[in-house]
DNA sequence: TTGTATGCGTTATCAT
DNA sequence: ATGATAACGCATACAA
């Protein structure tokens, strides 16, 4: 029992309500009422209660607040661990730090977890049953999450960061397979005849969506689409330099990454084999990472704020919390291509409007969605 | 009220002590006993438990297990979020999933705090006094971070990554000293005569020490410090470009960068300026970030493994938990020379015993030292 | 070895 | 507008 009559503030032990509302002259439920801005309380009291609250920098047990309110202002965040080189690429760092971002300013706290399939049963099960989360942002990438399922299946509130394929859910996502369109429609723009392309994986649905992009872009320009040209990477710098080694045999005059990590595989490969860019073949990326304006030359990209995307997610999240049985959110947010030397100029012989020297760096919004 | 006689598992709802006790047939306390392994239970009661447990994936409710036990397996990580661009350097997130993998394996979860200034006395009252964590693991690298203070002041177990300059508080660091001295003597030893260094920031605890290693070895070696040769970026990219443009001045043949990232800077720095890594100039880094094997040339460096210390750090962090009282922990943690080509080597004049060709890759262990 | 009773700090329901 | 009191789910001292 912490018995402080009038002594001063301390951190050695935790105050409670009870010594709150000791101090301040008044019940254990009125400094509750206060706290949780219940409109019942005079003015007066108020203002006194909060005072003490500020001086001794009360901070109410979340354990407790748990388990007699089901609420403690935590969200879990989830983040899928699978490939190891998953923090070379600042993705989901940024990510996380978005998400963290909104959660101090909501007075939220945040719960990580790096999903470890071998861990993955339990935790699944600390996540639904610890009793201590609000919701969850899952950034799951594979389309068939067993987790995004099991969260699916549970009441947890949650938000999805990338759509999924099948299930009802809410999420955010970027309109990758426009995205994607857009950047190989670039490349044709420019005279590229032999497009190629280094996907992502594709059970992951960033991963397969940037692929239907790239594949929408040929097909509207009534271009056949050569197997060989297209070959999967993992998103890591390694499996894009791999997979331009097998591409280089076709001698493709461009590239499309889905990833920038995997471009700048793709711009090693090039480079060892002495190939030119982008004179000889021209490669775009995407995620627009900070390294991605540094390499020889910069890299033409398409821009998308993973951080940004993490405070969204938060936010709408606390909104599904604050509104339960609200409608399913479905946010796509926006996107800009980002035109760096990586993928030349036009080759001069139609378009005459090119305005005199290619641009050193130009970029162009695509959308802004938000669906309900 | 959970009044399931018999029914099937469900998500929905979830269980309770009391309704393990009844499927099993026993009192609350056994099961409770049954969870926390305590001595006290006969085997076979303990089986049949167990399977009910199993059966219906029960999972005790955090908040309630905290507030009763003062105990919730939940740890804190605090992480410094000062500089923006701290996310292009993968240590700290290397670090976070170091921490958070050896939470996984040992049944604790994380809570994640990206330490912002302006949120920075709310934080430390959430820490510390939100009844959740058991400890925290803070990788600070101010070196009179309030947080730190707070934490020291508190009794709230926790360890530090990186050594603390003046608190006797349990730490694990790597001997940055001697890392960056040994970086600086391999210098000297391959015949540099004009030495500069690119420091972090001095109010940094790893920026110091590492600046201390570099005048040790001039020192040792009776050079003299021209201050002219030193100059203080950020751990960042851009700062260690900037840096050394500065230094280009004094027309340097070797450079020792405090992080990976500036000595990018300053490579992409050098290489504006039309000279050779290495027979112009000479370039060390430190931390051996994945990005370093593969520059052009491959970058010289030392090599820590951040998710290992995180690991290290939460092992620790457990048996502190579970040892109160005990003596205070400094860990110092191995530390790896890693020589590529963008230090050179030997210029042909001394030291017979040069064994042919320049070793494309070449490793020198430094040390391991744990004091108590 | 097992069951009973109490308390952890908060919210919420009921009086007043 | 405020105060007493009963949960919330668990651990644990104590009784049996």
Same mark, same amino acid.
């Given at each position: 029992?912490?018995?402080?009559?009038?002594?001063?503030?301390?951190?050695?032990?935790?105050?409670?309500?009870?010594?709150?509302?000791?101090?301040?002259?008044?019940?254990?439920?009125t400094v509750s009422r206060v706290i949780n801005v219940d409109a019942n309380v005079k003015e007066g009291t108020r203002q006194k209660v909060l005072q003490v609250i500020q001086n001794f920098n009360f901070q109410p047990n979340l354990?407790?607040?748990?388990?007699?309110?089901?609420?403690?202002?935590?969200?879990?965040?989830?983040?899928?661990?699978?490939?190891?080189?998953?923090?070379?690429?600042?993705?989901?760092?940024?990510?996380? !730090? +978005?998400?963290?971002? /909104?959660?101090?300013?909501? $007075?939220?706290? #945040?719960?990580?977890? @790096?999903?470890?399939?071998?861990?993955?049963?339990?935790?699944?099960?600390?996540?639904?049953?610890?009793?201590?989360?609000?919701?969850?942002?899952?950034?799951?990438?594979?389309?068939?999450?067993?987790?995004?399922?099991?969260?699916?299946?549970?009441?947890?509130?949650?938000?999805?960061?990338?759509?999924?394929?099948?299930?009802?859910?809410?999420?955010?996502?970027?309109?990758?397979v426009r995205a994607a369109r857009e950047a190989t429609l670039h490349l044709l723009h420019i005279g590229r005849k032999n497009i190629a392309t280094i996907t992502g994986p594709q059970n992951q649905i960033a991963g397969y969506d940037?692929? !239907? +992009?790239?594949?929408? /872009?040929?097909?509207?320009? $009534?271009?056949? #689409?050569?197997?060989? @040209?297209?070959?999967?990477?993992?998103?890591?710098?390694?499996?894009?330099?791999?997979?331009?080694?097998?591409?280089?045999?076709?001698?493709?005059?461009?590239?499309?990454?889905?990833?920038?990590?995997?471009?700048?595989?793709?711009?090693?490969?090039?480079?060892?084999?002495?190939?030119?860019?982008?004179?000889?073949?021209?490669?775009?990326?995407?995620?627009?990472?900070?390294?991605?304006?540094?390499?020889?030359?910069?890299?033409?990209?398409?821009?998308?704020?993973?951080?940004?995307?993490?405070?969204?997610?938060?936010?709408?999240?606390?909104?599904?919390?604050?509104?339960?049985?609200?409608?399913?959110?479905?946010?796509?947010?926006?996107?800009?291509?980002?035109?760096?030397?990586?993928?030349?100029?036009?080759?001069?012989?139609?378009?005459?409007?090119?305005?005199?020297?290619?641009?050193?760096?130009?970029?162009?919004?695509?959308?802004?969605?938000?669906?309900?």
């Open positions: 029992m912490c018995m402080l009559l009038g002594a001063l503030p301390t951190n050695l032990m935790p105050l409670t309500l009870e010594d709150i509302a000791r101090l301040s002259g008044v019940s254990r439920s354990a407790a607040r748990g388990l007699a309110a089901g609420r403690t202002n935590v969200i879990g965040l989830v983040i899928p661990a699978g490939v190891a080189a998953l923090f070379s690429d600042p993705y989901f760092p940024q990510l996380i !730090q +978005g998400v963290s971002a /909104a959660c101090n300013s909501h $007075n939220y706290s #945040v719960m990580l977890w @790096l999903a470890e399939p071998e861990f993955e049963r339990r935790m699944v099960s600390q996540i639904l049953h610890n009793g201590l989360l609000d919701g969850t942002v899952i950034a799951s990438t594979l389309m068939d999450d067993p987790i995004v399922k099991s969260l699916y299946e549970s009441k947890m509130p949650f938000m999805l960061i990338g759509r999924h394929p099948t299930l009802d859910v809410n999420y955010l996502d970027v309109d990758n940037r692929y !239907q +992009g790239y594949l929408t /872009a040929l097909h509207e320009r $009534n271009h056949r #689409v050569d197997p060989n @040209l297209v070959a999967e990477g993992d998103f890591s710098e390694a499996s894009g330099y791999i997979a331009m080694l097998r591409l280089l045999q076709q001698k493709p005059d461009a590239v499309f990454a889905a990833s920038d990590m995997m471009a700048f595989g793709a711009m090693r490969a090039l480079r060892e084999a002495n190939l030119h860019i982008p004179e000889d073949v021209a490669v775009i990326g995407f995620d627009d990472i900070p390294a991605s304006a540094k390499t020889e030359p910069p890299l033409t990209t398409v821009h998308q704020s993973a951080s940004a995307m993490g405070v969204l997610a938060v936010e709408t999240l606390i909104d599904i919390i604050d509104h339960p049985g609200s409608e399913t959110r479905h946010i796509v947010i926006a996107t800009e291509f980002v035109i760096r030397s990586s993928c030349g100029t036009l080759k001069s012989k139609s378009e005459g409007g090119d305005e005199g020297k290619n641009p050193v760096e130009q970029s162009i919004p695509m959308l802004y969605q938000s669906h309900q």
